[in-house]
């Protein structure tokens, strides 16, 4: 069963109107839209999610709240075109959950886990032609040691790529229990007793497969260009890196503009465009409720 992270605290943040138009860049299970569907009483929901699984689950959810909504089962990268073919240019809230579900993190047979056996697969769209098996198996040493540092911030990134590339010279790697055991094999035993080892390669894996970071930062600029004035803007991200992305993004749009700083009139084009409102973690009791909620930060901000 998956449980949203950090629920109530998205939800009061977007400031639902009944009659706006609000966007979910990732319903999932249709945790948060769920919420959001029941506040728009006269106004609309649009809800990209490029799972397919997850979008039939989600339907039949939402069907039982009001017809207020649309799915659109494509990456949220193209949340302006989708929009615009709709006759929709701008919004009043939008909300991105950027945690992997844990329904697909369970789904033994969609290669997310590191705990359950399944062909090393990885992809959130089934559509799509890259895969963990391909990364694992394909990809030169050194650019597996900078994805699994980059997106992973392993700290053992080249023992592990080195293992990889030793057992790929004897036969493909197939499954992520295999490859759990090689990363296994490549650290020392007291790294292994902090945390699972494969934790942060199978995280970087992902992220590269599904090409997470590229479409975050266009989608999120998308994204604040789509609000109208008032309108807010709320994501909730698991790791460090996205993170990072939308503290930068945030704090850039969020300033005066450094060549015009100080003097009296400052043109508009000039003018912040967005002002933050808030940073957000989860409540201890969330916490001990749902340990994957332990990493989440929710930022918040609004257009001006």
Known sequence: MHVSVLL???IQNLNIK????YVDCTLGYAGHSKEILKRVKEGMLFAFDQDGEATKYSKKILDQISNNYEIINKNFVN???ELSKR???KVDGILFDLGVSSV???????GFSY???AKLDMRMDQRSELTAYDVVNTYKEEDLIRIFYTYGEEKYSKSIAKEIIKVRKTKNIETTLELAEIIKNSVPEKYKRQSHPARKVFQAIRIEVNKELDVLESALNDAIDLLNPGGRLCVITFHSLEDRICKTIFKKLSEVDKRVKGIPNIPNEYKPLIKVIAKIKPSKEEISNNNRSRSAILRVIEKI
Not at 104 to 110: H, I, S, T, V, W
Request: proline share 0%; no cysteine; glycine share 14%.
């Open 115 to 117: 705990h359950q056996n």
């Open 104 to 110: 697909q993190l369970d789904e033994g047979d969609r």
């Open 87 to 89: 006759g929709i240019s």
């Open 79 to 81: 949340i302006k075109d």
């Open 8 to 10: 109530d605290e998205s």
């Open 18 to 21: 009944e009659d706006g138009v």
